[in-house]
């Protein structure tokens, strides 16, 4: 179900000729009213009028999440503070967040693409959406409460943790559409079959997951275990939140970005050189539509590939792959590159090992050492100590086969690993401390 017919399926040509003049009136908008983009515009050469075409993108600087700190927390913001009706951020690793800002109009586009985002599963006013997406400063929770209720659809706005009386919850309103982390997913699945509770007496029919990666072969699993259809769903605070991109319930292959709204380019996060399609690298965003707080070429550092053959379901949005692992996630073990969701991939086609996972990374000496916690179910678990060490070593042999890299696996008792009630937290880097 398409929600938006006019601008969802514009014509590729009629697509970039209005990306085109958004652009314009962008680099316009920021240069007179941001110090920060002015200084960066001139450096590289560009006047306010210099950006004719959408070929003139490669020649506009990137912005970078240091360029966000630096200005920390309202810096780039190009409306005055009486124009700013909200304020969002996420938590980095380090320090300080990353402060974002809303117009009154930037959260009327926000709901209109979170509106988008939930009719690609099939969402009418008729259903019950479970909003089990944290609210508060994470973009989640409030992102798809106002798509929810811009739909018209019932909006639950459950936020995250309380697991059994979500569930009790879920039973008793007769929620239909799931929203959470896929890992949260997970957990409510788990805690389901704890409880007794059938997914398939409940009404939920879709659930369109994101904020963190996750794999092909989980969609499988909280397909089966939940009993129904799970969407890959993508955004991120400095670009909006949620409602950047989305999957389409049709095809499940690719996630359409908005492109009237956002312009999204793949580079070489090594040289900074634009891609061509099909070409795997790092996602930049430009917000062209945004008022209070637009990015020019946002380094997401999320890494995937677009594709822009048509789509049955009738969006003529270029897709993106899902998120493949991001250039800052990326672990250097022993010189390898390792990317945890390539881990995740070996252990997932792995008869008996659970989705739940935790890579802990330390040094001895010089020498990395990598470690690889998963849970298994419970016959395994209770199997003889033999059992569990040749499946441990066959893991082992699996992980270096793909990667090249020795890492020592440690099958634990199903529950040991932490859940999640909003991004999980799979990699453990002691060496950093
Ligand atoms: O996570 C926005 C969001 C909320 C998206 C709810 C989807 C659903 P941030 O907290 O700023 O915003 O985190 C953004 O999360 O750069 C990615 O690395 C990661 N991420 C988000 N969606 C996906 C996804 C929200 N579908 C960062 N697959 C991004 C993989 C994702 N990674």
């Not at 509770?197 to 009404?203: S, Y």
């Not at 359409?256 to 050189?273: L, N, R």
Request: proline residues 4%; contains cysteine; charged residues 25%.
């Amino acid at each position: 179900m398409i929600w938006d017919d006019e601008f969802e399926t514009l014509p590729r040509e009629a697509l970039r000729a209005l990306q085109a003049k958004r652009l314009r009136d962008l680099v316009a908008r920021v240069y007179g009213a941001v110090p920060f983009y002015r200084r960066k515009l001139d450096e590289a050469g560009c006047g306010a009028g210099d950006v004719r075409s959408l070929g003139d993108l490669e020649n506009l600087p990137f912005t970078t999440k240091e360029d966000l700190r630096e200005t920390y927390p309202f810096g780039l913001f190009a409306v005055p503070m009486e124009r700013v009706v909200r304020v969002h951020a996420s938590s980095g690793t380090t320090g300080k967040p990353t402060v974002v800002g809303y117009t009154r109009r930037d959260i009327d586009i926000w709901a209109e693409l979170m509106a988008r985002t939930l009719a690609c599963g099939g969402t009418t006013k008729g259903d019950v959406v479970h909003n089990a997406y944290g609210y508060g400063l994470f973009t989640g929770g409030l992102g798809a409460h106002y798509g929810a209720e811009r739909i018209g659809a019932t909006v639950i706005p459950i936020s995250g943790g309380n697991t059994k009386r979500q569930i009790m919850l879920m039973q008793d309103f007769g929620s239909t559409i799931l929203l959470c982390t896929p890992s949260y997913a997970l957990n409510l699945a788990e805690v389901m079959a704890e409880e007794r509770v059938d997914p398939a007496g409940l009404r939920l029919k879709c659930g369109l997951f994101g904020a963190e990666p996750w794999s092909e072969s989980m969609r499988g699993e909280i397909e089966r275990k939940l009993k129904i259809s799970a969407l890959d769903i993508y955004g991120l605070s400095e670009v909006i939140g949620p409602g950047v991109a989305s999957e389409c319930i049709e095809e499940k292959r690719g996630l359409h970005i908005f492109e009237d709204h956002f312009i999204a380019e793949i580079i070489d996060p090594a040289t900074g050189k634009a891609l061509p399609f099909g070409e795997t690298g790092e996602l930049v965003f430009t917000t062209i539509t945004k008022e209070a707080f637009p990015v020019i070429r946002y380094r997401t550092r999320d890494i995937s590939r677009l594709d822009v053959t048509p789509c049955s379901c009738g969006r003529t949005h270029v897709r993106m792959d899902r998120i493949s692992g991001r250039t800052d996630d990326m672990l250097i073990i022993r010189g390898v590159n390792v990317f945890p969701s390539q881990i995740e991939s070996v252990l997932m086609a792995i008869e008996g090992v659970e989705p739940h996972y935790q890579l802990i990374v330390s040094r001895e000496g010089s020498l990395d050492l990598l470690e690889v916690q998963v849970e298994v179910g419970e016959a395994i678990f209770s199997d003889e100590i033999k059992g569990l060490e040749t499946l441990a070593r066959r893991i082992e042999h699996e992980i270096k086969d793909l990667l090249g890299v020795s890492s020592k696996v440690k099958l634990v008792e199903p529950k040991t690993i932490q859940r999640s009630e909003g991004k999980a937290r799979r990699v453990i880097d002691n060496r950093k401390l």
